[in-house]
């Protein structure tokens, strides 16, 4: 399975961007899935996750203001992302969640300006 996430880029401080994932096999039907971000100098976290069943998690941080999905037809997720916050900047990527990742792929980069 191939993932790779794509939308990212540069957004002032309040703005918004939504990041995709497109998988190259539908295995959002089978694993609950996450959005995980790697901000310089610091480890890689998982900010929002979704289940097969539908649920939704989120890092405090980012609760009311990021939003996971997907669409299992066209085998992509997303994440819509709010209010941004120079916090927010990462290298943002997408694999399975609460279980053991795949390959992780390049990430697409968000930068927050304040």
């Known amino acids: 399975v191939q993932l790779q996430a794509y939308g990212g880029g540069l957004v002032q401080a309040g703005g918004s961007l939504r990041l995709s994932c497109a998988a190259s096999?539908?295995?959002?039907?089978?694993?609950?899935m996450g959005w995980y971000r790697q901000a310089p100098g610091k480890q890689r976290e998982l900010v929002a996750a979704?289940?097969?069943?539908?649920?939704?998690n989120y890092v405090d941080s980012v609760k009311g203001r990021f939003t996971i999905s997907r669409d299992n037809a066209k085998i992509t997720m997303y994440l819509e992302m709010n209010s941004l916050k120079p916090e927010d900047t990462a290298v943002y990527y997408c694999?399975?969640?609460?279980?053991?990742?795949?390959?992780w792929g390049h990430g697409t980069h968000v930068t927050v300006s304040s």
């Open positions: 979704i289940t097969r069943g539908g649920s939704t």
């Open positions: 096999t539908n295995i959002f039907s089978i694993s609950a």
């Open positions: 694999n399975r969640a609460f279980i053991e990742p795949i390959s």
